[in-house]
């Protein structure tokens, strides 16, 4: 099947740094990558969508200017956590659909991320 | 508003037994239903999905029926494995947008 992964899978860093997280499909096109945050015993909730080159759509509450997102290539699309918090701290995950699949994503690991 | 409701947060079963996990959904414009699977640190795995056009999809042990006069579908997990204990969340999407909106997960505990 399909295969998404993510870098870092653990990050740690102090309030007020930036964080870069990667998704990258391995095996397959991804015309659109979702990004995704889990709080402890809740569910996903979707942050925002990208289309490969072109901007990103966010959710509402999604703070864009926080949370950047690129799509530059069909295997690669970036999130990056601005200025920290420690109410950031979160697992973030991503998710790619390809260019002939069906409605079916497949997600990555996901990346744990802890704001001191 | 939860558009997606899976309102048993755990359900634990015998091995060997049925397991039947429920989801229900309140939007109609919904037309397609996925069924993941997420170990704790994981990121989800799919597991078995349904058109609205149709009411029910079978993969193995993995079936999903889908009601669409009650808003409900469910998954049946028979014979059900202690492998099988996991978090699963049903998730639904609207027209060709695939933005995904997932059930707040039921912890299946399926005991040896």
């Known amino acids: 099947g399909a295969v998404v992964s993510q870098h870092p899978s653990r990050v740690i860093c102090k309030s007020g740094t930036s964080v870069k997280i990667e998704c990258r499909s391995l095996?397959?096109?991804?015309?659109?990558m979702f990004w995704y945050r889990q709080f402890p015993k809740q569910s996903l909730m979707l942050m925002a969508t990208?289309?490969?080159?072109?901007?990103?759509?966010?959710e509402q509450g999604v703070e864009k200017d926080k949370f950047l997102i690129n799509h530059a290539s069909l295997t690669l699309s970036t999130l990056t956590v601005t200025s920290a918090h420690p109410e950031d701290s979160s697992f973030y995950i991503c998710?790619?659909?390809?260019?002939?699949?069906?409605?079916?994503?497949?997600f990555g690991p996901g990346t744990r991320l802890t704001v001191l | 508003d939860q558009q997606v409701k899976q309102n048993s947060p755990s359900l634990s079963v015998q091995e060997g037994r049925i397991s039947i996990l429920n989801c229900d959904y309140t939007?109609?414009?919904?037309?397609?239903f996925l069924w993941y699977k997420k170990y704790p640190a994981e990121g989800p795995t799919f597991l078995i999905s349904?058109?609205?056009?149709?009411d029910k999809n079978e993969d193995g042990r993995f079936t999903v029926f889908l009601n669409k006069s009650a808003k409900h579908l469910s998954l049946h997990i028979v014979p059900s494995q202690p492998g099988d204990s996991a978090v699963y969340f049903c998730?639904?999407?609207?027209?060709?947008?695939?933005?995904?909106?997932f059930g707040s997960g039921t912890r299946l505990l399926v005991r040896p």
């Open positions: 998730a639904a999407s609207v027209d060709s947008s695939y933005k995904l909106i």
């Open positions: 998710s790619a659909r390809g260019l002939t699949s069906t409605d079916t994503q497949y």
């Open positions: 095996d397959f096109q991804a015309t659109t």
């Open positions: 990208s289309n490969e080159g072109s901007k990103a759509t966010y």
């Open positions: 349904i058109s609205s056009i149709k």
């Open positions: 939007n109609s414009m919904f037309d397609y």
